[in-house]
């Protein structure tokens, strides 16, 4: 789950003394997010999109229209990320 990838990045984190992991390649954040999207690569299923772990947030980095579903906001939010613009 979500919920699972997110305490074992932490934990990683907390041994390595790191204070933020960055997932940028699209497959990572897809799988890492357990989500797919359309219509950003014609032949892959992910979005064009980054994501930041810190000990205390995480924050997706996307065009917001890409995760405007109730599905999506719902999934997101009881995982604690927060959606922010990719250009941020």
Do not use: W
Request: glycine share 4%; hydrophobic share 40%; with cysteine.
């Amino acid at each position: 789950s979500l919920e699972d990838k997110i305490t074992a990045v932490r934990k990683e984190m907390k041994e390595k003394k790191a204070t933020m992991t960055v997932l940028c390649t699209l497959d990572d954040v897809a799988y890492f997010l357990n989500m797919r999207a359309m219509g950003d690569i014609d032949t892959c299923p992910v979005g064009i999109a980054y994501v930041t772990v810190e000990a205390d947030q995480i924050s997706l980095y996307c065009d917001p229209r890409k995760v405007e579903s109730s599905a999506v906001q719902s999934h997101l939010n009881d995982a604690g990320v927060t959606i922010k613009p990719y250009d941020s």
